[in-house]
């Protein structure tokens, strides 16, 4: 069974920045892709970013580019995704998703994938 653990949300001022964790557990990690998915209030979750089994390509929202850095490493098990320049509007639960296969991992197809619990980012002054 495959578990999802992330960490480094918090609160953190207009252009600081973050860097997320998500450390996957109980199957082999060069098995998934992985992607980052955020959920603000009142709006559905939408795809932040994504990577590939071995890290060569990734993809990014239109509201990441420039901003974001996905990465993993495997042999620590673990995706991560650095936020700079942040902005109110980045404020949202982010959530790490593992997914057998990139391409539904960017449609949004999650009958396969895996998700953590959740980490808050709050972006204010």
């Known amino acids: 069974q495959v578990q999802l653990v992330e960490s480094g949300g918090g609160l953190v001022q207009p252009g600081g920045s973050l860097t997320l964790s998500c450390v996957v557990s109980?199957?082999?990690?060069?098995?998934?892709?992985m992607g980052w998915f955020r959920q603000a209030p009142g709006k559905d979750r939408e795809l932040v970013a994504g990577?590939?089994?071995?890290?060569?390509?990734?993809h990014y929202a239109e509201s990441a580019k420039g901003r974001f850095t996905i990465s993993r490493d495997n042999a620590k098990s673990t995706v991560y995704l650095q936020m700079n320049n942040l902005k109110s509007e980045d404020t949202a639960v982010y959530y790490c998703?593992?997914?057998?296969?990139?391409?539904?991992?960017?449609?949004?197809?999650?009958?396969?994938?895996?998700w953590g619990q959740g980490t808050h980012v709050t972006v204010s002054s």
């Open positions: 109980g199957r082999p990690f060069k098995d998934y892709c």
């Open positions: 990577i590939t089994w071995s890290g060569t390509s990734t």
């Open positions: 998703n593992a997914n057998p296969d990139y391409i539904p991992l960017l449609r949004g197809q999650h009958e396969s994938a895996v």
